[in-house]
T-cell receptor, first 114, second 114 residues
Framework: AQSVTQLGSHVSVSEGALVLLRCNYSSSVPPYLFWYVQYPNQGLQLLLKYTTGATLVKGINGFEAEFKKSETSFHLTKPSAHMSDAAEYFCAVTMDTGRRALTFGSGTRLQVQP | EAQVTQNPRYLITVTGKKLTVTCSQNMNHEYMSWYRQDPGLGLRQIYYSMNVEVTDKGDVPEGYKVSRKEKRNFPLILESPSPNQTSLYFC?????????????FGNGTRLTVT
């Protein structure tokens, strides 16, 4: 079975500060990993994904994540937070090629203070 | 514009009154899925469909039905809604044959059952 743990349901940073959102997964086989972002009153949008190959993945809006197999982690970072980054972020994992089920973490709400 | 369209965005109903939430995508995607989002639980899969006339249960299917008579449409049916089905619902679609292809989400339907 696959599972995802996101540490911290709420994270608050100052504008211009580093953003670090944590995600750990459990998986019996190599996983496919995703970060999605949800802005208020909207659906989820893909930020970035890890499938195979390079472990440092760059996504949209300046975000990136690094797959660390030894730590079973896929933390999301951004060097400098912007007010427009305020949203809820979800880490997700899938291995099941059959039903394509993404297992989502419980989400982390990012607040950016001016 | 490529999109997943859900209707309605907001729905308030009473226990036992049958309702349908519609979902339509214009990307010719084979795969479609329904998720519910609850605070602290992330998103959980209700049902999914790999193609027309092919549907199967996700993690939390009790109390829900779906149908896939056409490729573009995947309605979610609650025959006898109960208060524990009060939630935010998302429809999503993707290309079937690539497990790492991103899900495209609708903007959500907020359902309240009293």
């Amino acid at each position: 079975a696959q599972s995802v743990t996101q540490l911290g349901s709420h994270v608050s940073v100052s504008e211009g500060a580093l953003v670090l959102l944590r995600c750990n997964y459990s998986s019996s086989v190599p996983p496919y990993l995703f970060w999605y972002v949800q802005y208020p009153n909207q659906g989820l949008q893909l930020l970035l994904k890890y499938t195979t190959g390079a472990t440092l993945v760059k996504g949209i809006n300046g975000f990136e994540a690094e797959f660390k197999k030894s730590e079973t982690s896929f933390h999301l970072t951004k060097p400098s937070a912007h007010m427009s980054d305020a949203a809820e972020y979800f880490c997700a994992v899938t291995m099941d090629t059959g039903r394509r089920a993404l297992t989502f973490g419980s989400g982390t709400r990012l607040q950016v203070q001016p | 514009e490529a999109q997943v369209t859900q209707n309605p965005r907001y729905l308030i109903t009473v226990t036992g009154k049958k309702l349908t939430v519609t979902c339509s995508q214009n990307m010719n995607h084979e795969y479609m899925s329904w998720y519910r989002q609850d605070p602290g639980l992330g998103l959980r899969q209700i049902y999914y469909s790999m193609n027309v006339e092919v549907t199967d249960k996700g993690d939390v299917p009790e109390g829900y039905k779906v149908s896939r008579k056409e490729k573009r449409n995947f309605p979610l049916i609650l025959e006898s809604p109960s208060p524990n089905q009060t939630s935010l619902y998302f429809c999503a679609s993707s290309v079937r044959d690539r497990v790492n292809s991103p899900l495209h989400f609708g903007n959500g339907t907020r359902l309240t059952v009293t």
